[in-house]
T-cell receptor, first 110, second 114 residues
């Protein structure tokens, strides 16, 4: 059974801090790893990673994948209150289904 | 990516009743999916909605409880049947438009069953 574990479960930081969110996985037939931001109901797509060592970047957010060690990190620099959300990691593996982790709840304080 | 809309946005229902959730995409998509997110939990795939044939259900989900329709490449419905308080969740539809199953989600339906 495919498995995705995220850490930490929750995180409280102050504006301007840099945070690193972790995602480790065990999956058969890995195809990709995806990061989503969930603020209310709908997860918003952030990144899709398929190759090791290639950083994906969008503004203050960046992510990288290590297929040998089976993990990914999501970095957010210069955090803002608008970054407060649950960040979900998912892997596309067995039978092309997405398996989600339980998420990291990030709260950014003024 | 195609834009997805869902309705209703939220509903409060009595136990024993059924609710149908609609998902509309603004362009044709190959794959559509239905997920459930119970309070404090992550997303769990209920089924893949197949156009013109029966949906493919995941372990723990059955057609009698969660009938799904997909009459064309832009529309799908999920019915939550004979509801109980344990069905209180956010229900999300998504679509996938690329080889790598990069899925995009609709705004979700928050269901509360009393």
């Amino acid at each position: 059974e495919d498995k995705v574990v995220q850490s930490p479960l929750s995180l409280v930081v102050h504006e301007g801090d840099t945070v690193t969110l972790n995602c480790s996985y065990e999956v058969t037939n890995f195809r990709s790893l995806l990061w989503y931001k969930q603020e209310k109901k709908a997860p918003t797509f952030l990144f899709m990673l398929t190759s090791s060592g290639i950083e994906k970047k969008s503004g203050r957010l960046s992510s990288i994948l290590d297929k040998k060690e089976l993990f990914s990190i999501l970095n957010i620099t210069a955090t803002q209150t608008g970054d407060s959300a649950v960040y979900l990691c998912a892997v596309d593996g067995t039978a092309s289904k997405l398996t989600f982790g339980t998420g990291t709840r990030l709260q950014v304080m003024l | 990516s195609a834009v997805i809309s869902q309705k209703p946005s939220r509903d409060i229902c009595q136990r024993g009743t059924s609710l149908t959730i609609q998902c509309q995409v603004d362009s044709q998509v190959t794959m559509m999916f239905w997920y459930r997110q119970q309070p404090g939990q992550s997303l769990t795939l209920i089924a893949t909605a197949n156009q013109g044939s029966e949906a493919t259900y995941e372990s723990g989900f059955v057609i009698d409880k969660f009938p799904i329709s997909r009459p064309n490449l832009t529309f799908s419905t999920l019915t939550v049947s004979n509801m109980s308080p344990e069905d209180s969740s956010i229900y999300l539809c998504s679509h996938s438009g690329s080889t790598y199953n990069e899925q995009f989600f609709g705004p979700g339906t928050r269901l509360t069953v009393l």
